[in-house]
C-alpha cells in the first residue's frame, strides 16, 4: 500500500495552513532555483509527478505548454488542483507514482517537486521516467535534501534556551526507511545519499545537467527573515537531467 497521508483530514487541513499551499510557487523557498531548470515549455508536453495543489502544472501552461498531465496519490490534492483552473489542457490523474506506465517517448519535460523521499524505489521511477520521456527531453526535480533525511528526527539541536545550535546528521550512508513527524501525522520518508540518486539517473540512462542545493532568494530573506537559518544547511536537492538524442 503506497502511502497518501494527504487524504487525511486532519493531516490536509494542516497541510493547507502552510505558506506554499496558500500562496504557490512564490512561497516556496527553493522555487526561484527549480525553476531557472526548467527547459522552454512552449508547445511542449508535460508529465508533473506528485501535482499536489498543481502549481507547478499552471505554471507550464501560462508558459504556454501544449499539455500537461498530472499525477498525484491523493484525491484531496486533485480536487483542489482541479478548483484551482478549469483548464482542458491539464489532465488530472489519481495514482500512485510507481505505478505510471505511459508510452514510450510520450512527454518533453518531466517535473517533479518534494515527491520522491516518499517513494521507495527511486530506480524504478527512473527507468520509468526515462521511458516516457522524448529523446532529448528533460527531467527536473527537487526532493528534501539527504543531510535533511538521514535522521528520523528532523530537526535542528537546540540549546536549554531553544536557540538553533546546528543541524545535526547521522547514519547518512544507512539508506532506508525514516519514521519522523511532519505537520501532524507520523509519516514514513526513504532516505537515499546524494550519490545514489545521481548513479540511479546515470544507470537509466541520463545525463547530468545540473545539480543545485538552493538557498532562498534575496527578495525571500528579507520578507522572511527567519528564513537566514536555511543558510545553515542544504533542505533541498534539485537535479535536472537530460535523455539524449541517439547519434
Given at each position: ?173 544507512s539508506e532506508g526507511v525514516r519514521e519522523t513527524t511532519f505537520l ?64
Amino acid at each position: 500500500m503506497k502511502q497518501n497521508k494527504y487524504d487525511d483530514t486532519n493531516f490536509f487541513s494542516a497541510y493547507e495552513q502552510m505558506p506554499r499551499s496558500i500562496k504557490g510557487l512564490d512561497a516556496a523557498g527553493e522555487w526561484h532555483v527549480l525553476k531557472a531548470l526548467i527547459p522552454e515549455l512552449r508547445n511542449k508536453n508535460v508529465l508533473d509527478l506528485g501535482c499536489g495543489f498543481g502549481w507547478h502544472c499552471r505554471f507550464a501552461r501560462e508558459q504556454q505548454a501544449s499539455s500537461v498531465v498530472a499525477v498525484d496519490i491523493s484525491e484531496k490534492m486533485l480536487q483542489k488542483a482541479r478548483e484551482k483552473t478549469e483548464d482542458p489542457l491539464i489532465s488530472y490523474i489519481k495514482m500512485p507514482i510507481e505505478d505510471i506506465n505511459f508510452s514510450d517517448s510520450q512527454f518533453d519535460v518531466v517535473i517533479s517537486s518534494l515527491a520522491f523521499h516518499y517513494i521507495k524505489s527511486f530506480e524504478a521511477i527512473c527507468k520509468k521516467i526515462y521511458d516516457c520521456l522524448k529523446p532529448g527531453g528533460t527531467f527536473v526535480f527537487s526532493v528534501e535534501h539527504p543531510i535533511f533525511t538521514s535522521r528520523n528526527k528532523q530537526d535542528w539541536h537546540f540549546d536549554d534556551h531553544g536557540n538553533r545550535l546546528h543541524w545535526p546528521v547521522d547514519n547518512y550512508q544507512s539508506e532506508g526507511v525514516r519514521e519522523t513527524t511532519f505537520l501532524t501525522e507520523n509519516v514514513v520518508k526513504y532516505h537515499r545519499t546524494v550519490s545514489t540518486y545521481i548513479n540511479d539517473l546515470i544507470d537509466a540512462g541520463f545525463s547530468i545537467r545540473a545539480v543545485k542545493e538552493p538557498m532562498p532568494s534575496v527578495e525571500m530573506l528579507k520578507s522572511v527573515p527567519e528564513m537566514k537559518d536555511e543558510n545553515r544547511r542544504p533542505m533541498f536537492l534539485i537535479i535536472s537531467v537530460e535523455k539524449e538524442i541517439a547519434s
